[in-house]
């Protein structure tokens, strides 16, 4: 493969090229190992971002990734004598998207076990493992040997992907700095790299569409649903996806610690309606997808047991929920400026807020605060009355907050008709 370089490899993307097997594997694997400098992968990152990739391209590039680390298999763990239902979920990203946190208690307490390589934050959504790390003592740092025993013991692990696909974890983070982040193979090849690669037997993909989502358009967002649902089946995990609206924040919370909050809501059998409306649809897929029938998963929440399997995963986890959330100190309040409903909230104006706040990153490797975030008092057609707080914004440094209250202005509306509504499902595929 010697005979392959990078500046030709580039210049094969930015002329519209399609990559050879051979130019792709030795791109990700010289880009693993430190041999393609950032500044390469930078400019090929760019390069696909502008001329896309052919679906046999996104599968090599995907398979590529994989093949750059470890892939486990759990499939020799019993719990009662019996093999584990591994299953996941992932989402393409989102604004307020804490689905994650109540959605593997649930499906643990209806017998499942969910082997999850989570992400950080990415451009302006959010990412679990920032989420769930605001939990004083939480930690994402587990070893093999330690997700083991957790899937056989509790039935979930929740951990940073390390050593699965780390050609992933470098890119990522370079197209977090390199506006690269929305494109088509980039995110399919990401998510199923790390998907493929953790264990998992079936897989169950949230794909985002609207505004706060990182492709805009349905057609797209369609698009990046069919092309890993692909991925999965080609490669023996069967996957489905379903496709859901971005348009407006997830629940009433976007930032870390915020978020976690209002997931202990959800599991506590309360919460806002679209945040368990979403957990308790894509916990039907996961356990269809699994198998394993005859169980309601709403019940898990009503019953209080996806709580107890949610204090199990965090204490196996280091986590302590006896300690208070870290809520930042320093806020600042939005009011209605009239009497009226509240009409659309525009989910990257959230985001942004939230991400100038403190709760996402400008640098890569850089802490997030897990005080961050916005709180949304009022949603989409609620009554108003003029002088109400609407949002509420925390922070961990004050002078923050003039920043991100500039980018809420304009995201909402307060008028006199409420907004049509739109379904949070839109379409299930595979
Ligand atoms: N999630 C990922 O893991 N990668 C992406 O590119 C987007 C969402």
Redesign the pocket.
Known sequence: MSHLDAPSIIRTKRDGGVLSDSAIDWVIDGYTHGRVADEQMSALLMAIFLRGMTPAEIARWTAAMVGSGERFDFTDLRRDGQPLALVDK????GVGDKITIPLLPVVMACGASVPQAA?RG??H?G?TLDKLEAIPGFTAELSKAQIRQQLRDIGAAVFAAGELAPA?RKI?AL?DVTAT?E?LP??????MS??LAEGARSLVLDVKVGRGA?LKTEAESRELAATMVDLGNANGVPTRALLTDMNCPLGRTVGNAVEVAESLEVLAGGGPSDVVALTVALAAEMLDAAGIDGVDPADTLRDGSAMDRFRALVAAQGGDLSRPLPIGAACETVTAPRSGLMGDIDAMGVAMAAWRLGAGRAQPGEPVQFGAGVRIHRRPGEPVAAGEVLFTLHTETADRLPAALAELDGCWTVGDAASAPRPLIIDRIG
């Open positions: 992932h989402s393409t990203g992400g990415l451009g959504t990412g992933d990522y197209r982040t494109s980039l995110i399919a090849s990401s998510v790390k998907k990182f």
